[in-house]
């Protein structure tokens, strides 16, 4: 299977017109780890929800990826959030495999 960081060498990540979503296209599907993402950018933002295992509360990161500027859980972040952030984005892309995710794009106008 392919993974997901595969297909992103040509995605310019600064792109503030970007908008969509990406996540597993069934609830059944983890990580390697048994975690759950969903990866959400609109606009320089980016959210990453994430579940550690199944019955585990959900953590939000809201991440303004411009200014490096991190929320969690809606409480402002620091360099330890931010730092946290970017480890579990890197686990997305380069463990999530291509076959168990879902894209939603907007509607184009």
């Given at each position: 299977m392919t993974k997901l960081v595969n297909y992103l060498e040509k995605i310019d990540f600064e792109d503030k017109s970007f908008i969509g979503t990406i996540a597993f296209r069934?609830?059944?599907?983890?990580?390697?780890?048994?975690?759950?993402?969903?990866?959400?950018?609109?606009?320089?933002?980016?959210?990453?929800?994430?579940?550690?295992?199944?019955?585990?509360?959900?953590?939000?990161?809201?991440?303004?990826?411009?200014?490096r500027k991190i929320l969690l859980d809606?409480?402002?972040?620091?360099?330890?959030?931010?730092?946290?952030?970017?480890?579990?984005?890197r686990q997305f892309l380069s463990q999530a495999h291509v076959d168990d995710l879902v894209t939603i794009l907007p509607p184009q106008s």
């Open positions: 069934s609830e059944e599907l983890t990580l390697p780890d048994g975690s759950k993402m969903a990866l959400g950018i609109d606009d320089g933002i980016w959210v990453l929800v994430y579940q550690k295992k199944a019955g585990a509360p959900f953590q939000v990161f809201e991440c303004d990826w411009p200014a809606k409480k402002v972040g620091r360099a330890e959030e931010l730092k946290l952030f970017k480890k579990l984005l």
